[in-house]
């Protein structure tokens, strides 16, 4: 799910390995309460709808949410007319995944495609290695569906298989938004058929739009993973 929000970039989020992965975003956004809840704290009860609506749902041009950070600020709430809960306009940080580019991270092959390499990070498995920055030479097995590094020593060429599982190192080369949100209906209508045509109706081509990943990372594969 990809969703629109006021948002500020402000600062890295924690050191060494995370510092390359994760970001605090400041956010501005009406929280609404339900009248059941009016018997919690405040703040506990914006924390918990912030998390229902933000967590592991990506911003569009911001990145993955994962968990609110804190509330820095929160202004008056109102009560709306026929509405009985309150709402307030609340300034708070969530931490968010985006790497910055030219990151090193480590993931494991999820699998492989004609497409290249598809990595995953165990929170997050919308990464694809392309097959141009695979270690070349490099090609893929039609028959087992699996990439493969053509590596050449002294006494030939061995084949070195990118299996499923896989632990590799990557470095983020680009990233890819996609704006998901829901589209109106089609407005193209059916031309009329000809009065008194027999002709069979033409095959309807099935048209469902395939799912695509709001927020993707293109990288690049690198050596073992212990050299940085």
């Given at each position: 799910?990809l969703?629109?929000?006021?948002?500020?970039?402000?600062?890295g989020?924690?050191?060494r390995?995370?510092?390359?992965?994760?970001?605090?975003?400041?956010?501005?956004?009406?929280?609404?309460?339900?009248?059941?809840?009016?018997?919690?704290?405040?703040?506990?009860?914006?924390?918990?709808?912030?998390?229902?609506?933000?967590?592991?749902?990506?911003?569009?041009?911001?990145?993955?949410?994962?968990?609110?950070?804190?509330?820095?600020?929160?202004?008056?709430?109102?009560?709306?007319?026929?509405?009985g809960?309150?709402?307030?306009?609340?300034?708070?940080?969530y931490?968010?995944?985006?790497?910055?580019?030219?990151?090193?991270?480590?993931?494991?092959?999820?699998?492989?495609?004609?497409?290249?390499?598809h990595?995953?990070l165990?929170?997050?498995?919308?990464?694809?290695?392309?097959p141009?920055?695979?270690?070349?030479?490099?090609?893929?097995?039609?028959?087992?569906?699996?990439?493969?590094?053509?590596?050449?020593?002294?006494?030939?060429?061995?084949?070195?298989?990118?299996?499923?599982?896989?632990?590799i190192?990557?470095?983020?080369?680009?990233?890819?938004?996609?704006?998901?949100?829901?589209?109106g209906?089609?407005?193209?209508?059916?031309?009329?058929?000809?009065?008194?045509s027999?002709?069979?109706?033409?095959?309807?081509?099935?048209?469902?739009?395939?799912?695509e990943a709001?927020?993707?990372?293109?990288v690049?594969?690198?050596?073992?993973k212990?050299?940085?």
């Open positions: 799910m969703l629109m929000c006021q948002f500020e970039i402000i600062s989020f924690t050191v390995f995370w510092l390359r992965m994760f970001v605090l975003v400041e956010m501005v956004d009406t929280v609404r309460i339900p009248p059941w809840s009016f018997h919690r704290q405040l703040n506990d009860a914006i924390a918990e709808e912030l998390n229902k609506k933000l967590a592991n749902k990506v911003v569009y041009n911001v990145g993955l949410c994962i968990c609110l950070y804190d509330i820095t600020k929160l202004e008056d709430s109102y009560i709306f007319p026929g509405d809960a309150s709402h307030t306009k609340v300034h708070f940080r931490v968010v995944f985006h790497p910055f580019l030219d990151a090193i991270l480590v993931g494991k092959i999820k699998g492989c495609s004609a497409e290249g390499v990595v995953s165990g929170f997050f498995d919308d990464i694809i290695i392309p141009e920055s695979l270690q070349q030479p490099a090609k893929f097995d039609d028959a087992e569906q699996v990439w493969m590094w053509e590596y050449e020593t002294d006494e030939g060429t061995h084949d070195l298989y990118m299996d499923q599982g896989e632990e190192r990557f470095r983020v080369v680009d990233e890819v938004f996609l704006d998901t949100s829901p589209t209906p089609s407005t193209e209508k059916e031309a009329p058929s000809a009065a008194g027999t002709a069979p109706p033409a095959a309807v081509e099935d048209t469902t739009p395939q799912k709001p927020y993707t990372l293109i690049r594969r690198l050596g073992t212990y050299t940085y």
